[in-house]
């Protein structure tokens, strides 16, 4: 069994939805579980209104259904306290550091990082302007260089995401062709998160 966790210091920069649309790349693979434990219970009401190719359940319910899974994706409440991110880290596989590529969302990643010290982590660029902004690449090229590991993938930013939200789907079950590349961005982030964990 595989254990991610998705979580971070910060609300709003695409944690339920990377934990979404990372287990449903891991469906793909094998038995796959999301673990909603934010209070906002996104991913389940996300659920509730259409359907996923993979169980989601309330953190209170886990151990009922985890012990079969491949993968267990676990969403977790933002801003969690530093002693809890340490048992987090301690209990899954890698966690992913979800961040918007601009200052209000960074200072926060920077706290996590700084709070982590050796664990497996990496940090994912969500909410990217498309092309041809720049910032994104540039906000990796920094922490790149800063010697923070983080995902060659970003997630650029779509309303495609609240559409599938509101039809309680993944992106990738929404009928718009001119959504194929939110999903590729998923898609290429899944096969990093599958090297990281080999």
């Known amino acids: 069994m595989k254990i991610v966790t998705v979580t971070g210091y910060k609300g709003g920069v695409g944690k339920s939805t990377t934990a979404v649309h990372l287990a449903t790349f891991f469906s793909d693979y094998g038995k796959t579980v999301l673990v909603d434990g934010d209070p ?22 886990a151990m009922k259904v985890i012990n079969k899974a491949e993968y267990v994706v676990i969403d977790t409440p ?14 899954c596989d890698l966690l992913i550091l979800p961040t918007k ?16 010290k050796d664990a497996k982590y990496r940090v994912l660029l969500t909410i990217v302007p498309p092309y041809p902004s720049k910032e994104g690449e540039n906000l990796r090229q ?46 290429n982030f899944g096969n990093e998160v599958m090297e990281v964990l080999r």
Do not use: C
């Open 40 to 61: 906002n219970r996104t991913a389940l009401s996300w659920a509730s209104r259409g359907g996923f190719p993979f169980e989601a359940v309330d953190e209170r319910q």
């Open 78 to 91: 933002a801003r969690p306290d530093s002693d809890d991110m340490k048992e987090l880290a301690k209990g």
């Open 101 to 116: 590529p601009d200052i209000v969302s960074l200072e926060p990643t920077l706290e996590t990082i700084r709070d982590l």
């Open 142 to 187: 920094e922490l790149k260089s800063g010697g923070v590991p983080v995902f060659k993938s970003m997630i650029r930013r779509t309303v495609g995401f609240e559409k599938a939200a509101h039809a309680g789907i993944p992106i990738k079950d929404l009928d718009e062709e001119r959504l194929r590349s939110a999903w590729e961005d998923y898609l």
